[in-house]
Nanobody, 113 residues
């Protein structure tokens, strides 16, 4: 069974850090692009960052310089290191693989001022 499982969320004060993880399991092909999305209450889901299998990355302007995306291809893991967190980063964070029509359950990130 193919699954995406996010973890690492929590509650922090502004300026703090969190590291999110995404584990892709049940996959028998080489994963291409992997992405992090987030969705705040009342908002649409938005793209946060993406990474190719070769390690090329891109970020939403709102997180550039604060977030770092990485992955471990051998373990089908993806990470999102989030530093200098702001209250506006509060959201449920999801990982996504465009090759798959599924989403994980997400992990909640709450940043207080």
């Amino acid at each position: 069974q193919v699954q995406l499982v996010e973890s690492g969320g929590g509650s922090v004060q502004a300026g703090g850090s969190l590291r999110l993880s995404c584990k892709a399991s049940g996959i028998i092909f080489s994963i291409g692009v992997m992405r992090w999305y987030r969705q705040a209450p009342g908002n649409q889901r938005e793209l946060v960052a993406g990474i190719t299998s070769g390690g090329s990355t891109d970020y939403a302007d709102s997180v550039k310089g604060r977030f770092t995306i990485s992955r471990d291809n051998a373990k089908n893991l993806m990470y999102l290191q989030m530093n200098s967190l702001k209250p506006e980063d509060t959201a449920v964070y999801y990982c996504n693989i465009p090759q798959l029509p599924i989403w994980g359950q997400g992990t909640q990130v709450t940043v207080s001022s």
